[in-house]
């Protein structure tokens, strides 16, 4: 049974359906997703997901973030192999929207949400591979890690992609689709990501790397291309 919508967003139903139905719905205060009270720029959009308050009854599986209204609604999935369940990054807004989080835990999707009001247009802008007068960058990953609380590493990430997403005649999809962390050929978190994500996609998350050892990160994009970058360990939190 999927539950009521608090957003009351009119295509929840097909939402949940499509996106978790494998399992039971719950809305979950503790599933916070953060969001600016002004969006000014519709294709960088930014968005923060924080249900750090779920790990109180246990680990979690999979995060989610679904927007309702965009042409992709399932813009992320987060895997916290050993991660918190945290990210924040940017995407791209069609139009005012609900977004929510929604992660597994125990069997449960446990969901939250807040609504994003904007001009919205950012899914149907002039693609990035025809404003940029270079694209010989394309795949260069800049990243830094800080040590951060309860012995994890916050890693934050930006790698250079056009990100199109193939709705404008002429320009092809062309995005990441992975990006996978590791530390000592060990996974830490993985992200699956969808065309809704803005150019240049930026992520910040919270790893455990345990020891402080260097990480190593992998990115692939639509076309085949993988990106590498390893990064040493964390800096001391400032």
């Known amino acids: ?31 916070r997703v953060i969001l600016p009270p002004v969006t000014e720029d519709q294709t960088q959009a930014p968005l923060a997901v924080d249900a750090r308050g779920l790990l109180a009854d246990g680990p979690v599986g999979d995060v989610l973030v679904i927007a309702d209204l965009n ?28 977004l929510r989080a929604a992660v597994r835990q125990n069997g449960v999707w446990r969901v939250g949400g807040a609504y994003l009001d904007a001009a919205g247009g950012g899914c149907s802008v002039k693609p990035a591979t025809q404003a940029r007068a270079d694209l010989s960058t394309v795949g260069e990953i800049r990243a830094r890690s800080w040590a951060a609380e309860n012995g ?27 990006v996978e962390i590791s530390a000592a050929g060990a996974p830490l978190a993985r992200l699956t990501l969808s065309e809704a994500v803005a150019p240049d996609p930026t992520f910040t998350l919270l790893v455990e790397t345990g020891d402080g050892a260097a990480l190593a990160i992998r990115a692939r994009d639509n076309n085949g291309a993988v990106f590498d970058a390893r990064l040493p360990g964390p800096e001391a939190e400032r």
């Open 71 to 98: 042409p992709f609604p399932l813009t992320l999935r987060l895997s916290p192999v050993k991660a918190a369940p945290f990210v924040a990054f940017r995407m791209k807004i069609e139009q005012g929207t609900a």
């Open 1 to 31: 049974m999927i539950p009521p919508d608090p957003l009351n967003s009119p295509l929840w139903p097909s939402m949940a359906a499509a996106h978790l139905a494998d399992a039971p719905i719950a809305f979950d205060e503790r599933v």
């Open 152 to 178: 994890r590493t916050r890693l934050r990430l930006r790698i250079d992609h056009p990100m199109d997403n193939g709705l404008i005649a002429g320009a092809p999809a062309y995005f990441v689709e992975t």
